[in-house]
Nanobody
Framework: QVQLVESGGGLVQAGGSLRLSCAAS????????MGWFRQAPGKEREFVAA????????YYADSVKGRFTIYRDNAKNTVYLQMNILKPEDTAVYYC???????????????????WGQGTQVTVSS
């Protein structure tokens, strides 16, 4: 059984930084893609970033490029999302998700991910 546990959310002022963690267990994830999505109140869930566990390729939403960095620690089966220069519009519940053998063309689509974490709240004050 795949389990994803997020941590690291909180309240931060605009311009500040947070690092989210997603600890994965239950499988060998060498062929999986790990993604981060977020959902603000009244809005649909949107793609933030993803990383291929196979080759380390990364993918970012335009809104976070240059500010957020996704990376993995293979030994810990953990994926991180380093978020810098945070803006109030980054406020949302952040979810990590994973799926096996994803084509790069679909990594931004929430519906293709089968496994999801419980989410962690990120609030950025102005």
């Amino acid at each position: 059984q795949v389990q994803l546990v997020e941590s690291g959310g909180g309240l931060v002022q605009a311009g500040g930084s947070l690092r989210l963690s997603c600890a994965a267990s239950g499988r060998t994830f060498s062929t999986y893609t790990m993604g981060w999505f977020r959902q603000a109140p009244g809005k649909e869930r949107e793609f933030v970033a993803a990383i291929s566990w196979t080759d380390g390729n990364t993918y970012y939403a335009d809104s976070v490029k240059g500010r957020f960095t996704i990376y993995r620690d293979n030994a810990k089966n953990t994926v991180y999302l380093q978020m810098n220069i945070l803006k109030p519009e980054d406020t949302a519940v952040y979810y990590c998700a994973t799926e096996e053998s994803l084509s790069p063309s679909v990594t931004t689509i929430a519906d293709v991910y089968h496994y999801w974490g419980q989410g962690t709240q990120v609030t950025v004050s102005s």
